[in-house]
């Protein structure tokens, strides 16, 4: 209730872009603990944002295009393959990133308002996460939007509304991308996260970010910091710990490993099918690149990232390109990034804002 009350003044202050916005990453993602479910309200989310905000799409024809090019893996496979539920939810999931992108295309037309929408929205991520920390006695509110809590058995692991913790810290992240700047706060809640892939890829950023005469500087004064209050970090950061004894002792840690298994089931099952795929509704594939093979085979994968780079080339200028590349490539070995989740909707509605302020800066309406 506090959280929505919170939101309900914010929503009075902001524009449009940051509504949406907002209105993405408060939306629950496990209501009645079914995620199935929180996608549902998810898509009929955006659909009902795009019927209020857009009369007409002005997106440029050849864009629209790659979208559909893009897609088009989803109902080609229909043709082929038994047609099963699953098949049916991917499509819906999908058409829904493509209207979110749409969306955020037609009403963000400036950096600040697409920077100001991810402060806000991150904020109202803060917000929550206090409310878990300070307000225990809240939990069965709390839970509608994260029934994980913020306390695991790795000591804090926080998802906030996004629920998994991999899912914020790519929210972060992609905030970070964005504007190509990363802040303190947004590095230590990155490191809350206790998210490898997001760990992984905030240290590319940050490699980016120093110049190379203070690369050496900087892995120095880490390794000393890490020396001197190595104990300190891992009071709050336990699962980091238990990685690296993992790691140290010649070992693969759980989560790893899981995602490993799935990559063989993946490939074994590919090979009945290595055209058009032979997706088993049975196996939940946590990587993007061997999901699109297990779902869409090689032919369908092929056309999905060869239409998908070419939007994304389309979409951001030079200075943005390479930060987010990096980042969203070492996200989608953890995760879908592209398909269907509240991310995956917060990501192509980025790419197209960016694409809209493109335009814009180059004197197109």
Request: with cysteine; proline share 4%; hydrophobic share 55%.
């Amino acid at each position: 209730m506090v959280c929505g009350f919170e939101i309900g003044v914010l929503l009075v202050l902001v524009s449009k872009t940051t509504l949406i916005l907002i209105s993405i990453v408060v939306c629950p993602l496990y209501p009645l603990g079914s995620i199935q479910l929180g996608m549902l309200l998810h898509s009929l989310l955006i659909l009902f944002l795009f019927t209020n905000s857009i009369r007409d799409i002005r997106c440029p024809k050849i864009i629209l295009l790659v979208l559909t090019i893009y897609i088009s893996p989803d109902f080609i496979r229909i043709l082929f393959q038994e047609i099963r539920p699953d098949m049916i939810i991917s499509i819906l999931r999908n058409l829904t990133c493509i209207f979110s992108f749409l969306l955020f295309y037609n009403v963000c037309n400036t950096s600040t308002k697409l920077e100001v929408a991810f402060k806000k929205a991150l904020l109202c991520c803060v917000f929550f996460i206090a409310i878990q920390i300070f307000l225990p006695v809240a939990s069965a509110v709390t839970s509608v939007w994260n029934p994980r809590g913020i306390f695991g058995f790795y000591g804090f692991q926080i998802g906030s509304l996004f629920v998994f913790s991999y899912s914020f810290g790519t929210f972060i992240l992609l905030h970070s991308a964005l504007t190509n700047r990363l802040t303190l706060p947004r590095i230590l809640l990155l490191l809350l996260t206790q998210s490898k892939a997001a760990y992984l890829a905030l240290l590319s950023l940050l490699l980016r970010a120093v110049k190379a005469k203070h690369l050496v500087l900087l892995l120095m004064s880490t390794v000393l910091v890490s020396q001197m209050f190595w104990k300190d970090i891992l009071i709050f950061l336990p699962y980091l710990d238990f990685l690296v004894t993992t790691w140290m002792s010649g070992k693969i840690d759980p989560s790893t490993s899981y995602r490993l298994v799935q990559i063989e089931l993946a490939l074994g099952s590919l090979k009945l099918n290595p055209w058009i795929g032979n997706p088993q509704s049975a196996i939940n594939i946590e990587n993007q690149y061997f999901y699109w093979l297990s779902e869409y085979g090689i032919f369908g994968s092929s056309i999905k990232l060869v239409s998908f780079l070419l939007l994304f080339l389309d979409c951001t200028n030079n200075q943005q390109r390479f930060t987010l590349a990096v980042v969203l490539s070492i996200l989608a070995v953890s995760f879908p990034v592209l398909e269907g989740s509240k991310v995956s909707l917060i990501v192509w509605g980025s790419l197209g804002a960016l694409y809209r302020i493109k335009r814009a800066e180059n004197g197109y309406a």
